[in-house]
């Protein structure tokens, strides 16, 4: 079963995830401040971090961004704010979910479930597991990408997004159709996000991001990829 980090600097709330995630068969270990979540997650080979956005020492946000200088595991933020504009910052720090306290746990499970599922799976199989456009490359066995040769770390969401649009070049998506396949439930009024990913995937693998050569818009309908 997945092992699952869950760092919050309210301990009764800590408590009680890890309680409830115990007990669906998940092994979980805790923190209490940004600075032992990003030593956990260097050194614990976890499967999924849950976060809190307001801790001790470093908040959730830097120790997301820290994470993602070595890791691609899926993260989960959690907040007491709810504000879409909290929601954009913490995806464009490398969060793969947002869960607005208070909350129910078992929403937070079938976030959980969903997040490790896309991980496991990358979403879909494929008789090749090796997904190539121009200098952009995907291995979908390992999740990893690469950029003209060099590694490039992407988040479970960014990946999931991209080996979409790899295995379907030319075909145009709107955001909401991207948010319905790739996040798997509705993002009310958040299309932004799926403009935040786009961004970051710009970012990461476009050799001119300000001038994209594969990660296209079309202009009033959506995204695409360009092939070739």
Request: hydrophobic share 40%; charged share 30%; aromatic share 8%.
């Amino acid at each position: 079963m997945a092992k699952i980090l869950v760092v919050d600097d309210e301990k009764v709330l800590v408590k009680g995830i890890k309680f409830n995630l115990e007990h669906e068969g998940y092994q979980v270990e805790v923190g209490y401040d940004g600075e032992t979540a990003v030593e956990l997650a260097r050194t614990g080979d976890f499967d999924l971090i849950i976060l809190d956005l307001m801790m001790p020492k470093i908040d959730g946000l830097q120790a997301c961004m820290r994470i993602r200088e070595f890791s691609n595991v899926p993260i989960i933020m959690l907040t007491a704010r709810s504000e879409d504009a909290d929601k954009i910052i913490g995806f464009e720090c490398g969060a793969d979910d947002y869960v607005t306290k208070p909350f129910n746990i078992l929403e937070l499970r079938a976030r959980i479930r969903a997040l490790l599922r896309r991980a496991g799976s990358g979403g879909q199989k494929q008789r090749d597991n090796r997904l190539r456009i121009g200098h952009i490359e995907l291995d979908t066995d390992e999740r990893s990408a690469w950029k003209d040769g060099e590694q490039v770390y992407l988040t479970a969401k960014e990946f999931d997004l991209m080996e979409l649009l790899m295995r379907n070049p030319g075909r145009v998506y709107s955001r909401e159709n991207l948010l319905n396949i790739v996040w798997g439930y509705e993002y009310a009024g958040e299309f932004r996000t799926v403009d935040v990913h786009i961004r970051r995937l710009r970012e990461k693998l476009e050799l001119d991001p300000a001038n994209p050569a594969y990660l296209l818009t079309k202009w009033g309908v959506g995204y695409y990829l360009k092939n070739g």
